[in-house]
Every structure is written in C-alpha cells, then in structure tokens.
C-alpha cells in the first residue's frame, strides 16, 4: 500500500511528518528512519516525525534520529508538528497545539502565518543547569562546558576554540552524558549568540530547538543573558528568540516552521 508522508523544516532542519493513521506505530522502526532520512537513497531528512492526532489541537510525537535513535525531546520538531496540525485541521494564529512527547506536554502557540510557513512560540518546559563545573582539553587546551537538561541533554561551550569535532568528542566523554549529548559550540554576536550544533544522531545540523534553549539557559546561569529578556540565538539556518523565565526557569521559543512538500512512498 501507499503511505503518505510530509516534509516539514524549522531552520533547515528537516523532518518527515508521519501521521499515524497512515503509519501504524509498529512500522516506525530504526530501519526505518535510517531508509528514509538518507539523503542519497531515500527522501532525506534529520529525522522522523511521528504524530498521533488525539483531536484537532492535541497530538502525541515521536521522534527518531536520522540514525535510528530515538531523543526525548525536539524543539524545531514541535513547531513543525504544531504547523502540521495547524494545516491539517484549519487552525487559526492564536491557536493552542499541545504535542505530548517522550519529555511530557509541550503547549505551541500558532503567532503568524505566511502561506505554508508558521510562526510558532513553544512552552519547552523548564531548563536544568548542571551546578557543578565541567572541563574538557582538546586540542587548544582547557575549556569549560555547561550542562543543561531541556527535555534531553546539551553540552553547552561559550567561545569555544580548537578543532571542532575533537571538542564535541571530548563533551561526548563526559561521565554526566551516560545517553550521548548534543553539543553547542557558542561565539557571541552582536546582542545574541551565534551556536553551532552537533546532534546526536544527526551530526553537524542547520539548527537544533532544544540547543538554543540550553544555549540561552546557560547564558543566563553564566551571567551573559538576563532572565526575561528575549535572547537571539543565531543558528546555521537562522534565527530563534528565547526567554527563559525569571525564578521558574521556564523556557519560551519561538521560531519558525515551514511545508516543504508532501508525498507517498
């Protein structure tokens, strides 16, 4: 039979929405995720997206890594199944969208609209900043790595220097990482941050949802971003504003998320 698929990306980071009445739960498999993200002979994309529609503005998500692997938690995954909704069930800005995933409820809120494109601002939960100083020593000596949980783990370094890979290898080491890590490289820009991300599963990526909330998480528990100030975390695919709310910790993104164009396999 026929299966029909959608591909979504927030930033270009791309993803193939998978409804579930189409994709039975036992079909969405390693083997899967890793035929249809590759980018030579499948249809390519950082991963998986599979939605379970409970009613029009409620949707349990799954994600799977274009390796196979399955993270609790994807930023620019909910606003791109909030958009996918949106599209789905004629939702207007202003629309509340809560996307259960393996990290709990995530509330997406619909801003703006531009044709298949959405603006969407995401409640990720609450961020955790790791107290206890972290170090690593790669090529260019010792360098301190913030850890902050958002739903799933990040390893966050601010101006960091050396040999990119040789950094992320070492994060990845760390004993406070048992499950992998995702790792932001952070230099400052202007009034925000310019963050490259290395996600597990995936790699180098145009942009990563839950590591521009731990950027600006850390940001703030470092000193070099005030809480309830709107910070821009400038990825490889653009541009997200966060706000990490005073005392709670509460994280607020807001990015956007775009149709590319739908198919069956």
């Known amino acids: 039979m026929n299966r029909r698929f959608e591909k979504y990306e927030g930033l270009g980071n791309d993803f193939?929405?998978?409804d579930a009445r189409d994709w039975p739960e036992e079909t969405l498999t390693p083997a899967?995720?890793?035929?249809l993200c590759d980018r030579h002979t499948g249809v390519g994309g950082d991963g998986l997206l599979w939605v379970e529609p409970r009613d029009t503005t409620a949707l349990r998500m799954v994600i799977l890594n274009a390796d196979g692997s399955r993270p609790e938690m994807c930023g620019n995954?909910?606003?791109?199944?909030?958009?996918w909704a949106a599209a789905r069930g004629g939702l207007a800005v202003g629309a509340v969208v809560t996307v259960a995933s393996d990290a709990g409820p995530r509330p997406a809120i619909l801003r703006a609209r531009d044709g298949d494109a959405w603006s969407v601002e995401v409640d990720m939960g609450v961020a955790r900043v790791e107290p206890d100083e972290l170090t690593v020593r790669a090529d260019a000596g010792a360098q301190r790595v913030v850890a902050v949980d958002v739903g799933n783990p990040h390893g966050v370094v601010f101006e960091a220097?050396?040999?990119?890979?040789?950094?992320v290898r070492e994060v990845t080491a760390l004993k406070v990482f048992p499950r992998g890590v995702n790792v932001e490289l952070v230099?400052?820009?202007g009034d925000g941050f310019r963050v490259r991300v290395h996600e597990r599963g995936v790699?180098?990526?145009q942009a990563c949802g839950t590591g521009a909330c731990a950027v600006a998480a850390a940001a703030v528990r470092e000193g070099r971003a005030r809480a309830g100030d709107a910070v821009r975390v400038?990825?490889?695919g653009g541009d997200l504003t966060i706000?990490?709310?005073p005392e709670t910790w509460r994280v607020r993104m807001t990015g956007p998320a775009r149709r590319v164009f739908a198919g069956a396999l």
């Open 243 to 245: 706000v990490i709310e």
């Open 161 to 167: 220097r050396g040999d990119a890979m040789a950094l």
């Open 77 to 83: 995954g909910v606003r791109c199944v909030a958009a």
């Open 16 to 18: 193939l929405v998978l």
């Open 32 to 35: 899967l995720a890793q035929r």
């Open 203 to 205: 790699g180098w990526t």
């Open 234 to 236: 400038t990825l490889d």
């Open 187 to 189: 230099a400052p820009e």
